[in-house]
Nanobody
């Protein structure tokens, strides 16, 4: 049974930082590209950032470039999202997702991922 479990969310002030983690189990983690998506109240889920299965390629949404950093540790089956300079527009539930790919490179911004976590709430107060 595949599980993706996010952690690290919480309440932070405008300008603050958080680090999200997503621990994967039940799959061969290094075969999967990973992504982070988010959904704010009343809005559609949106792409945030993705990383290739070896970590060599990353793609960021324009809204988070220069502030967020994705990384992964295949030995720990975990992907991370370091979020700096947070602002109230970043408030959302953050989801990690896994997409099988036979390619070492490549990132995926569409939401057709194979597995999803349950999400972790990030709230940025002004």
């Amino acid at each position: 049974q595949v599980q993706l479990v996010e952690s690290g969310g919480g309440l932070v002030q405008d300008g603050g930082s958080l680090r999200l983690s997503c621990a994967a189990s039940g799959l061969t983690f290094s075969w999967y590209a990973m992504g982070w998506f988010r959904q704010a109240p009343g809005k559609d889920r949106e792409f945030v950032v993705a990383i290739s299965r070896r970590g060599g390629d990353t793609t960021y949404a324009d809204s988070v470039k220069g502030r967020f950093t994705i990384s992964r540790d295949n030995a720990k089956n975990t992907v991370y999202l370091q979020m700096n300079s947070l602002n109230p527009e970043d408030t959302a539930v953050y989801y990690c997702a896994a997409k099988y790919t036979p390619y070492n490179g490549g990132t995926y911004y569409r939401s057709d991922y194979d597995y999803w976590g349950q999400g972790t709430q990030v709230t940025v107060s002004s």
